[in-house]
């Protein structure tokens, strides 16, 4: 491990954490950081607050040298003006990492971004690094540590890096109702020390990371980035939301972290390099991130279709086609076995298979196809969409796609929804409201698994 | 009213309707249309079946001409082979449209299509029009006409016609739980007689339709489809979502309602000469039915974001753009309006309006800031995003965005949404889970009212 890993490591898995300014007033941020830490049961709390005594049951410090024990991190949500006697006393203490919740530095402007260079002037006369300002830290439950209350005590494989802290609460709380777990997540900020750069280094050899997400405004160091990308893309898909992406987001960008973006035609172009799976919006990562993490990698772009309905199964064919897949030709062989089930009219056995009308009444007519599409070498990818107001429809053709030995997804009617959400399982399998998002979040494992396969 | 006209306001406005093989079976077809007659209050309501006498309380005749009331309206689900037989009696009788449900027709090949002229032909010997076969008819509660249970009773402003008739369902049931409500739904089926261009004409000039939505394969009559929906256009919104855009899609499509296509580019073109409002999805048809059914049209395309979170603040820009928006310059006033509310950092005033976290605690930043933009010259457009865990906050933010004299809409953030869910109105409001779906739906409105403006 390298030197800036080593830091890392020592930063995500800290002996102690101090939160500095955490107080009893109820919209108190750092109360809100302490509740989380407690939470998700981190011991060695403490606090730093020149006049409380104890917040949420943990004794507080006038000054951070009083604290006897170890303390490896440090959240400090204290005023401005107060943070460069803060991180001094942090450097002081021998604090590896110190993460600045507190906002007003460069993306205010000049006075603010010398502010920010005063800082890490101080941090780097000791072997402090800091992380923001204007940041919500990280989120590790293998370590317990939280940027926020509420989030999940159990770790999971996504790591997450973001410019933007409340699209961390966001997504992880999201994706948590997905049944979606994360390894870390890091809220940058400004990115004044440690940059977004550097978590990703971190994430691309960190063993409990498999999958790595990025809502990113602007990068520091753009050429590190696309090879460490392009390196670690071939073991970890990086799904990466470009913030910023017109003139006037990224004006707008600036005024939110202070980085400036560089224009999106040179990202696009980076990321059609390094295998970069591209999302445009908090729905779009979530669709991606649901596919990845819960499908294998198909072994080839050849998908079969099953729907009830047949308008959403001709134009979830066309979404599949504009999303790099083609249509799978289905062996004489599957086709005789679907024939068996269905009515021979108002069906198709051509794919996209419509099992027709009557298949909302007849879960097992999407058991048995599903099965049959399932043992044919003529497809990779499977594709189901249904719904129904019967009970037992969503339990039975869920678990037929559960058995699929290939990536399948399922797309729900939205009609039927809201009387099939209480059956719809939260977790285990990649379900999607919409044919045309499941075809979108498909062809992205088609796209991902190229990039693997000619890299 | 020419012809065609007042053929299709008979077929609207029925006097009598039989439903032609409705029998007490669970799964028969006719059954459950007939129940949906029911369900909607239709009074004059007639069965034909060979063998039974009574379906869900209503009479069964052996044969049509036995029923001695005016029949204007036949719903035929009976078998294929019956079909013809069915047809004579009909236009014997008088019946002014024959609505074919039953499948196996021209998307079967050319056996099929024979078989359909000759439906036709059977009914040109009389006044008898046809809609489908392999269709589900006419939904029209202002004249109790149903095509499915559970569909609403009340009419409202919205005309669709699709050539998938789960389509039908799916979209006016999802419409429905937004408070959606519609005039007159056409499922067309094959078009061996009257086709989508004619159901077109009628809804264009039926007052009770305000909003055109359609899910089209391939039309019969381009020409006459472009200058119909050039000019419905100018007096009323109409969304289109093309089905099988695609070749494989086309090729699909050509099984599911026997018709052919024709070119994207095509079709494409014809959108952006005819006003045409362009749709790729259920849920995006539904994301601009929305605006379009909850929002005024704007007076030009300068949006303005108020956003707690900064990452969708900046993210929403960029959707805004890519849109069709620009972000609008506000006024100084306003800035300084919105700078009384809030604190100085972790925040932006300038447009997109950055809240910062501590909104999520204050709805009052979010209602006054709501009305600062809403009184702004500069600002055309609104949108909202936030959410809180805070019980209030939901209400007190969209009261205010209701109050907003533009059209303004509200996205929701994904990770309170559960939460959210209970307070969130049904009605009355464009709400979307996503920043970027809110963008793409108000660019349409602007899309749409430079159309109006030029035409």
Redesign the interface.
């Known amino acids: 491990m390298n030197g800036i890993l080593a830091e890392l490591e020592r930063i995500f898995y800290p002996r102690g954490v101090v939160v500095v300014g955490a107080s009893n007033r109820e919209?108190n941020?750092g109360r809100l950081f302490l509740d989380g830490f407690i939470q998700l049961g981190f011991e060695k709390l403490y606090v730093v607050h020149p006049t409380e005594k104890e917040v949420l049951g943990i004794k507080a410090y006038p000054h951070m040298m009083e604290i006897s024990d170890e303390v490896d991190l440090a959240v400090v949500v204290s005023p401005?003006e107060t943070v460069p006697q803060v991180v001094a006393e942090c450097t002081e203490k021998g604090v590896k990492g110190v993460v600045i919740f507190?906002?007003?530095f460069g993306e205010?402007g000049s006075e603010g971004r010398k502010l920010e260079q005063e800082v890490v002037g101080i941090a780097r006369q000791g072997d402090t690094r800091i992380i923001g300002p204007?940041c919500m830290g990280i989120y590790c439950p293998s370590s317990k540590l939280s940027n926020f209350p509420f989030v999940p005590k159990e770790s999971g494989p996504v790591g997450m890096i973001?410019?933007?802290?409340?699209?961390c609460?966001?997504?992880?709380?999201?994706a948590a109702?997905q049944g979606i777990r994360f390894s870390k997540v890091v809220s940058c900020g400004n990115e004044c020390d440690l940059n977004a750069v550097d978590f990703l280094e971190y994430l691309g050899q960190d063993p409990e990371t498999k999958i790595i997400i990025a809502?990113l405004?602007a990068i520091k160091g753009g050429r590190r980035f696309c090879q460490l990308a392009r390196e670690i893309s071939k073991e970890k898909p990086l799904i990466v939301?470009k913030?910023?992406?017109?003139e006037?987001?990224a004006r707008?960008?600036a005024?939110?972290?202070g980085a400036l973006g560089g224009s999106y035609q040179i990202w696009r172009a980076a990321f059609a390099q390094t295998g970069i799976i591209s999302a445009?919006?908090?729905?779009?990562m979530?669709d991606y991130l649901q596919a990845f993490y819960y499908l294998s990698l198909p072994e080839g772009r050849r998908v079969a279709i099953i729907s009830?309905?047949?308008?959403?199964?001709?134009?979830t064919?066309?979404?599949c086609?504009?999303s790099g897949m083609?249509?799978a030709e289905l062996s004489e062989h599957t086709k005789r076995r679907i024939a068996e089930l269905i009515p021979?009219?108002?069906t198709?056995i051509?794919n996209?298979i419509?099992l027709?009308?009557?298949s909302a009444?007849n879960p097992r007519w999407y058991v048995e196809s599903i099965r049959a599409l399932g043992e044919d070498k003529e497809v990779d990818i499977l594709l189901v969409i249904g719904g129904s107001w019967l009970s037992n429809f969503v339990e039975m053709v869920l678990e037929a796609v559960k058995e699929v030995d290939k990536p399948a997804a399922f797309a729900t009617?939205?009609?039927?929804?809201?009387g099939m959400e209480q059956s719809l399982p939260t977790s285990g399998l990649a379900i999607y409201?919409?044919?045309?998002?499941a075809a979108m979040a498909l062809g992205k494992l088609v796209e991902y698994q190229r990039f693997r396969s000619s890299a």
């Open positions: 919209e941020f401005l507190t906002a007003g205010k204007n973001s410019h933007s802290g409340s699209l609460n966001i997504v992880t709380m999201a109702a809502y405004e939301w913030g910023g992406t017109t006037r987001g707008a960008a005024s939110h972290t445009h919006s908090t729905e779009e979530l009830g309905p047949g308008g959403p199964a001709v134009a064919s066309d979404a086609i504009e083609e249509l021979p009219v108002g198709s051509d996209p419509d027709g009308m009557g009444f009617i939205p009609a039927v929804m809201r409201p919409d044919g045309r998002r």
